[in-house]
T-cell receptor, first 111, second 114 residues
Framework: DQQVKQNSPSLSVQEGRISILNCDYTNSMFDYFLWYKKYPAEGPTFLISISSIKDKNEDGRFTVFLNKSAKHLSLHIVPSQPGDSAVYFCAARGGAQKLVFGQGTRLTINP | DVKVTQSSRYLVKRTGEKVFLECVQDMDHENMFWYRQDPGLGLRLIYFSYDVKMKEKGDIPEGYSVSREKKERFSLILESASTNQTSMYLC?????????????FGSGTRLTVV
């Protein structure tokens, strides 16, 4: 039972353009959503988060949008840079102490 | 800078061996977690611990056990390694109540069972 889904295993974007990564969830009790970025042979690092009471959170080039009625969130990166090439995981807080992760999307930024 | 340290970056073990993966955090976090990462499956929770000597099964505990004798150290044990346990293993820690930043992860251990 996959409660958090990232349906696109990979995404390829031209440098300077917008990257949009998507995530769907099924559990309406999730109260916080997070995005992590992972380079090969490294652990995931926190990127940005959003509370379920908000619909947008912005941090520099990164913006996360939350559509609660659709149970959908997206991460926008603009402009995309070569260093953004990584695997991106969305995660949801399903209780006070645990995160539930999606399958990940591999983003490749082409020069 | 806060840290989660996993003792090995790469390990190669033989089928049937008992394998220990060690994780140490220096942030005085109460919670510690073990995940495995596999292509197309994302991060799957194996075990977690809320306190010393306490452990809870995650989504895929079969074939694994854990030990937490001290607050800063959380060990994952593969009782009898099998080839389907070849994976990237990630340790993470967090405060009792998750901050908006979630977990802090270690760099991972790439385990190959031959």
């Amino acid at each position: 039972d996959q409660q958090v889904k990232q349906n696109s295993p990979s995404l390829s974007v031209q440098e300077g353009r917008i990257s949009i990564l998507n995530c769907d969830y099924t559990n309406s009790m999730f109260d916080y959503f997070l995005w992590y970025k992972k380079y090969p042979a490294e652990g995931p690092t926190f990127l940005i988060s959003i509370s379920s009471i908000k619909d947008k959170n912005e941090d520099g080039r990164f913006t996360v949008f939350l559509n609660k009625s659709a149970k959908h969130l997206s991460l926008h990166i603009v402009p995309s840079q070569p260093g953004d090439s990584a695997v991106y995981f969305c995660a949801a807080r399903g209780g006070a102490q645990k995160l539930v992760f999606g399958q990940g999307t591999r983003l490749t930024i082409n020069p | 800078d806060v840290k989660v340290t996993q003792s090995s970056r790469y390990l190669v073990k033989r089928t049937g061996e008992k394998v220990f993966l060690e994780c140490v955090q220096d942030m005085d976090h109460e919670n510690m977690f073990w995940y495995r990462q596999d292509p197309g499956l994302g991060l799957r929770l194996i075990y977690f611990s809320y306190d010393v000597k306490m452990k809870e099964k995650g989504d895929i505990p079969e074939g694994y056990s854990v030990s937490r004798e001290k607050k800063e150290r959380f060990s994952l044990i593969l009782e009898s390694a099998s080839t389907n346990q070849t994976s990237m293993y990630l340790c993470a820690s967090s405060l009792v109540f998750l901050s908006v930043n979630g977990y802090t992860f270690g760099s991972g251990t790439r385990l190959t069972v031959v």
